[in-house]
C-alpha cells in the first residue's frame, strides 16, 4: 500500500491587504474567497491581513461579509471550519463606488489608511483586478494618479490581472502600456488560473528533473504534439460576452499557450521567476506566423448545434440569449502551428478547444515517434501502438505512457499498454481551487508562474494573422458540430491530411 505524501510546509505570505476591485463578482464568490480560505487553513495567509472589498453596489460592510460567507460556504471544496470563517471574515471591508470614478479611489485611500492603522499589514497592498476588461486600463490609471500604487517605506504595491488581456495584439500592447505607466513590470501579475494547477507546474519538473525524457524531447525522437482543453460546458447565459470574444480570444492566447510554451521551452538557466519566463517568451516567439494562404488552412473554426451532452439538451448556439443570429464568432477552434527552432523543427503542434463537447478534457499529449516493423515484418504484427506521453490537467490530475508489449501466448503477439501516475494515489493533497499557489505567490513576490508583457504580445502576434483571416472570409469556412461530439470533421481533416488522429475525448 502507498503511503501518501503531505505537500511540504512554506511559510506565511507576507502581511498585506488585498483589495479586490469587482469584489461582487463570481470570480470573487466563486474562486478567490475560498481560495483565501484554504490558504488560511493552511497557515499560509498572514497574521497581518485585510481584505478590501470594491464594487458598484452601494450595500454595508455587513451585507457584503454574508455574501461572501455564503459563496464560501456554497463553493467551498470540503468541509467549512467556522472558525476560520470568521477569522477571515473579520478582517474584510467594502467600499461602493464606480471603477472609473475619482471618488472612489479617494473612499479607497481612506478605508486603506483606516485598515493600515489597526492591523498590521506593513502598508503592502495586493490590488486584484475581478473585473470587466475595459475597466483594467481605468482602474491603473486611478491607482497611479491617487498615489495608491506608489511604492515607498519598503512598503510594496502589486497588481493582479485577470485574462483576457487584451482583445487583439493592438489592445493586448495598449493596456501594457497603460499599466507600465504606473507600475513596473515586477509589480504586474497576469495571472491564468491554469498555472496554478499542480499537473500544469509539473510540466517543468517532469521535464527537466529525469534524466529519461530531457534527452528526447526534441525533433528527433517525437511526432507531434497535441494540447486539448475540452468543455461540457455552453456558452449559457454569457451570450453577449461570449459572441465578442469566441473560443480563439478565450481560450488560445492564455490556457493553451501557456501550455505549449511549457512543453516547448529551453531548459531556464535557474528555476525563478527571469529565467523561467524568457525561455517561455522565447517560444511563443518562435511560433511561425502566417501570413498567407496557410493561415486558414491551418485552422478550423466551428459552432455547436443542437443536441444533447450527457442527459443536458442543448440549443444552437445561434438560438442562445443575446447572441446575434448571423453570427460568425466560434465555439470552437483547432489549430497547427509550428515553433521555428533547432529543437522543434519541423513537429507540429495540434492545439484545440471548445465547448458543448462530449466530455471535459485537458491533457497535453505528446506522440512519439514510430519505432520501424523491420525485425517483426515474419510475425503476425502488422501494426504497432502509438506512444504517448500523455498529462491529464483536468479532470484527472495524471501522467500517462502508452508503450508496446508482448501479449502472452506462444506466438509474437503486441498489444498497446499503459501506465498511469496518478497524484491522489501519491500526494495527500489539500483542497484546491486552483488560485491559492497564484495568490500566494503574489503575496510573496514570486512571478514565475505569471505572465510578462513579451509572453503577452508574443501570443497575440500568432493569434492575430488568424483573427484578420477570419473577419476577412465572413462566414466562409465556418463549420458545425454537434453538442456532444467530439468537434467537426473539419478538425478531423486538419490532422489527417497528414497523417495522424485526434486522441479521444472520452
Same mark, same amino acid.
Request: overall charge negative.
Given at each position: 500500500?502507498?503511503?501518501?505524501?503531505?505537500?511540504?510546509?512554506?511559510?506565511? +505570505?507576507? =502581511?498585506?491587504?488585498?483589495?479586490?476591485?469587482?469584489?461582487?463578482?463570481?470570480?470573487?464568490? &466563486?474562486?478567490?474567497?475560498?481560495?483565501?480560505?484554504?490558504?488560511?487553513?493552511?497557515?499560509?495567509? =498572514?497574521?497581518?491581513? +485585510?481584505?478590501?472589498?470594491? +464594487?458598484?453596489?452601494?450595500?454595508?460592510?455587513?451585507?457584503?461579509?454574508?455574501?461572501?460567507?455564503?459563496?464560501?460556504?456554497?463553493?467551498?471544496?470540503?468541509?467549512?471550519?467556522?472558525?476560520?470563517?470568521?477569522?477571515?471574515?473579520?478582517?474584510?471591508?467594502?467600499?461602493?463606488?464606480?471603477?472609473?470614478?475619482?471618488?472612489?479611489? /479617494?473612499?479607497?485611500?481612506?478605508?486603506?489608511?483606516?485598515?493600515?492603522?489597526?492591523?498590521?499589514?506593513?502598508?503592502? &497592498?495586493?490590488?486584484?483586478?475581478?473585473?470587466?476588461?475595459?475597466?483594467?486600463?481605468?482602474?491603473?490609471?486611478?491607482?497611479?494618479?491617487?498615489g495608491l500604487a506608489h511604492e515607498e517605506n519598503g512598503a510594496w504595491r502589486r497588481l493582479i490581472v485577470e485574462k483576457p488581456f487584451g482583445t487583439d495584439l493592438v489592445s493586448a500592447r495598449a493596456l501594457n502600456r497603460e499599466l507600465l505607466k504606473v507600475l513596473d513590470e515586477r509589480q504586474i501579475y497576469r495571472i491564468d488560473h491554469y498555472l496554478g494547477k499542480e499537473t500544469v507546474q509539473n510540466i517543468m519538473v517532469l521535464r527537466f528533473a529525469n534524466g529519461l525524457f530531457e534527452p528526447i524531447w526534441n525533433r528527433h525522437h517525437i511526432d507531434h504534439v497535441q494540447i486539448t482543453?475540452?468543455? %461540457?460546458?455552453?456558452? @449559457?447565459?454569457?451570450?453577449?460576452?461570449?459572441?465578442?470574444?469566441?473560443?480563439?480570444?478565450?481560450?488560445?492566447?492564455?490556457?493553451?499557450?501557456?501550455?505549449?510554451?511549457?512543453?516547448?521551452?529551453?531548459?531556464?538557466? &535557474?528555476?525563478?521567476?527571469?529565467?523561467?519566463?524568457?525561455?517561455?517568451?522565447?517560444?511563443?516567439?518562435?511560433?511561425?506566423?502566417?501570413?498567407?494562404?496557410?493561415?486558414?488552412?491551418?485552422?478550423?473554426?466551428?459552432?455547436?448545434?443542437?443536441?444533447?451532452?450527457?442527459?443536458?439538451?442543448?440549443?444552437?448556439?445561434?438560438?442562445?440569449?443575446?447572441?446575434?443570429?448571423?453570427?460568425?464568432?466560434?465555439?470552437?477552434?483547432?489549430?497547427?502551428?509550428?515553433?521555428?527552432? #533547432?529543437? #522543434?523543427?519541423?513537429?507540429?503542434?495540434?492545439?484545440? %478547444?471548445?465547448?458543448?463537447?462530449?466530455?471535459?478534457?485537458?491533457?497535453?499529449?505528446?506522440?512519439?515517434?514510430?519505432?520501424?516493423?523491420?525485425?517483426?515484418?515474419?510475425?503476425?504484427?502488422?501494426?504497432?501502438?502509438?506512444?504517448?506521453?500523455?498529462? !491529464?490537467?483536468?479532470?484527472?490530475?495524471?501522467?500517462?505512457? /502508452?508503450?508496446?508489449?508482448?501479449?502472452?501466448?506462444?506466438? $509474437?503477439?503486441?498489444? @498497446?499498454?499503459?501506465?498511469?501516475?496518478?497524484?491522489?494515489?501519491?500526494?495527500?493533497?489539500? =483542497?484546491?481551487? @486552483?488560485?491559492?499557489?497564484?495568490?500566494?505567490?503574489?503575496?510573496?513576490?514570486?512571478?514565475?508562474?505569471? /505572465?510578462?508583457?513579451?509572453? $503577452?504580445?508574443?501570443?497575440?502576434?500568432?493569434? /492575430? =494573422?488568424?483573427?484578420?483571416? #477570419?473577419?476577412?472570409?465572413?462566414?466562409? !469556412?465556418?463549420?458545425?458540430?454537434? +453538442?456532444?461530439?467530439?468537434?467537426?470533421?473539419?478538425?478531423?481533416?486538419?490532422?489527417?491530411?497528414?497523417?495522424?488522429? #485526434?486522441?479521444?475525448?472520452?
Amino acid at each position: 500500500m502507498k503511503t501518501k505524501r503531505s505537500a511540504t510546509t512554506a511559510a506565511p +505570505a507576507d =502581511p498585506c491587504c488585498l483589495v479586490i476591485f469587482g469584489a461582487s463578482g463570481d470570480l470573487a464568490r &466563486r474562486l478567490l474567497v475560498p481560495a483565501l480560505y484554504n490558504l488560511d487553513a493552511g497557515g499560509l495567509l =498572514p497574521e497581518g491581513f +485585510a481584505i478590501i472589498g470594491v +464594487a458598484r453596489a452601494d450595500k454595508s460592510e455587513e451585507v457584503f461579509r454574508t455574501e461572501l460567507e455564503g459563496g464560501l460556504r456554497h463553493f467551498a471544496i470540503g468541509k467549512v471550519d467556522d472558525e476560520i470563517v470568521r477569522r477571515l471574515l473579520n478582517c474584510v471591508d467594502y467600499i461602493g463606488g464606480d471603477a472609473d470614478d475619482p471618488a472612489t479611489y /479617494q473612499k479607497l485611500g481612506k478605508a486603506l489608511t483606516r485598515v493600515e492603522g489597526a492591523l498590521d499589514t506593513h502598508r503592502n &497592498r495586493l490590488f486584484y483586478l475581478a473585473t470587466p476588461p475595459s475597466e483594467f486600463a481605468p482602474i491603473g490609471r486611478h491607482l497611479g494618479e491617487t498615489g495608491l500604487a506608489h511604492e515607498e517605506n519598503g512598503a510594496w504595491r502589486r497588481l493582479i490581472v485577470e485574462k483576457p488581456f487584451g482583445t487583439d495584439l493592438v489592445s493586448a500592447r495598449a493596456l501594457n502600456r497603460e499599466l507600465l505607466k504606473v507600475l513596473d513590470e515586477r509589480q504586474i501579475y497576469r495571472i491564468d488560473h491554469y498555472l496554478g494547477k499542480e499537473t500544469v507546474q509539473n510540466i517543468m519538473v517532469l521535464r527537466f528533473a529525469n534524466g529519461l525524457f530531457e534527452p528526447i524531447w526534441n525533433r528527433h525522437h517525437i511526432d507531434h504534439v497535441q494540447i486539448t482543453v475540452g468543455e %461540457t460546458l455552453t456558452v @449559457g447565459n454569457r451570450g453577449s460576452f461570449y459572441d465578442a470574444i469566441g473560443a480563439l480570444r478565450d481560450m488560445v492566447p492564455n490556457h493553451l499557450f501557456q501550455l505549449l510554451s511549457l512543453v516547448a521551452m529551453e531548459p531556464p538557466s &535557474r528555476f525563478e521567476a527571469h529565467a523561467v519566463r524568457s525561455e517561455k517568451a522565447q517560444a511563443l516567439d518562435a511560433i511561425h506566423v502566417p501570413h498567407d494562404s496557410s493561415v486558414l488552412q491551418d485552422t478550423v473554426r466551428a459552432q455547436y448545434t443542437a443536441a444533447w451532452v450527457g442527459d443536458n439538451e442543448v440549443e444552437d448556439y445561434r438560438r442562445t440569449k443575446d447572441v446575434r443570429p448571423d453570427t460568425t464568432t466560434e465555439t470552437y477552434v483547432a489549430l497547427k502551428l509550428l515553433v521555428d527552432n #533547432w529543437r #522543434w523543427a519541423g513537429v507540429p503542434f495540434y492545439l484545440r %478547444t471548445g465547448k458543448a463537447l462530449k466530455s471535459r478534457r485537458t491533457e497535453v499529449a505528446i506522440k512519439f515517434k514510430q519505432a520501424p516493423f523491420a525485425m517483426f515484418r515474419n510475425t503476425p504484427v502488422d501494426r504497432l501502438a502509438q506512444n504517448f506521453l500523455v498529462i !491529464g490537467i483536468q479532470p484527472d490530475e495524471c501522467i500517462g505512457l /502508452q508503450f508496446n508489449a508482448k501479449v502472452p501466448g506462444p506466438v $509474437i503477439t503486441i498489444s @498497446g499498454v499503459g501506465m498511469t501516475f496518478k497524484y491522489e494515489d501519491y500526494f495527500d493533497a489539500a =483542497p484546491s481551487t @486552483g488560485y491559492e499557489t497564484l495568490i500566494y505567490d503574489c503575496m510573496i513576490g514570486d512571478s514565475m508562474l505569471f /505572465q510578462r508583457a513579451d509572453e $503577452i504580445e508574443a501570443a497575440w502576434r500568432v493569434v /492575430q =494573422p488568424f483573427l484578420d483571416a #477570419w473577419r476577412n472570409a465572413g462566414p466562409d !469556412g465556418l463549420a458545425v458540430y454537434k +453538442a456532444g461530439s467530439e468537434g467537426p470533421a473539419e478538425a478531423d481533416q486538419l490532422l489527417a491530411r497528414d497523417g495522424r488522429r #485526434w486522441r479521444p475525448i472520452a
